[in-house]
């Protein structure tokens, strides 16, 4: 099973570029969402989805966009990148129980310049 | 709001000995906690959850955690720790009274493990 797939693993930017982190899962799961992870606070929720069509903001949502066009992908989009948005960014899903856990991929790892 | 705290950024333990790694909450309604496992340059995976009933709960790699109410704390344990356990461990809160898509993660803490 691949689980929940990010790509790319890793990719460097210049300030102002933009880009589009791709995820998708095959476990038919309703829920999916975007973190950031930085040295010393955790992860922080980005946005999420409970479906096809449906989005809601986290966290920290300026200068990232998304949009939920199939169950099985959650891209998320840069439009103008800055060197706060340096991060190692985590895709998660989590299937439909109430009490379920998150299903996380491998992560991206973005460095803006 | 919700939260979940991690006091420690780094814990050492001799390999053998028992480990615990912790982690106190604070949440409005009843907490659904979660410990989850990040190996260097891996996503993270899920070990153990309290959502209700025994307040020890028994998770993947031999790896357990204790939900403490009174202490609202969700401190997670190991009887004899390997070198393998070495990793970053991350608590998590789910909030179960203002929005139940969100989690919350602690800052995360390093157990080094050494033989």
């Known amino acids: 099973n691949a689980g929940v797939t990010q790509t790319p693993k890793f990719q460097v930017l210049k300030t102002g570029q933009s880009m589009t982190l791709q995820c998708a899962q095959d476990?038919?799961?309703?829920?999916m969402s975007w973190y950031r992870q930085d040295p010393g606070m955790g992860l922080r929720l980005i946005h999420y989805?409970?479906?096809?069509?449906?989005?809601d903001q986290g966290e920290v949502p300026n200068g990232y966009n998304v949009s939920r066009s199939t169950t099985e992908d959650f891209p998320l989009r840069l439009l103008s990148a800055a060197p706060s948005q340096t991060s190692v960014y985590f895709c998660?899903?989590?299937?439909?129980?109430?009490?379920?856990?998150?299903?996380f991929g491998e992560g991206s790892r973005l460095t803006v310049l | 709001a919700q939260s979940v705290a991690q006091p420690e950024d780094q814990v050492n333990v001799a390999e053998g000995n028992p480990l615990t790694v912790k982690c106190t909450y604070s949440?409005?309604?009843?907490?659904?906690l979660f410990w989850y496992v990040q190996y260097p340059n891996r996503g993270l995976q899920f070990l153990l959850k309290?959502?209700?009933?025994?307040?020890l709960v028994k998770g993947s790699y031999g790896f357990e955690a204790e939900f403490n109410k009174s202490q609202t704390s969700f401190h997670l344990k190991k009887p004899s720790a390997l070198v393998s356990d070495s990793a970053l461990y991350f608590c998590?809160?789910?909030?179960?009274?203002?929005?139940?898509?969100?989690?919350?993660f602690g800052s995360g803490t390093k157990l080094n493990v050494k033989p």
């Open positions: 998660a899903s989590r299937g439909r129980a109430n009490t379920g856990e998150l299903f």
């Open positions: 476990m038919n799961h309703e829920y």
């Open positions: 989805s409970v479906g096809a069509g449906i989005t």
């Open positions: 949440v409005s309604g009843n907490p659904y």
């Open positions: 309290y959502i209700t009933g025994d307040n």
């Open positions: 998590a809160v789910r909030d179960t009274l203002y929005n139940f898509n969100k989690f919350y």
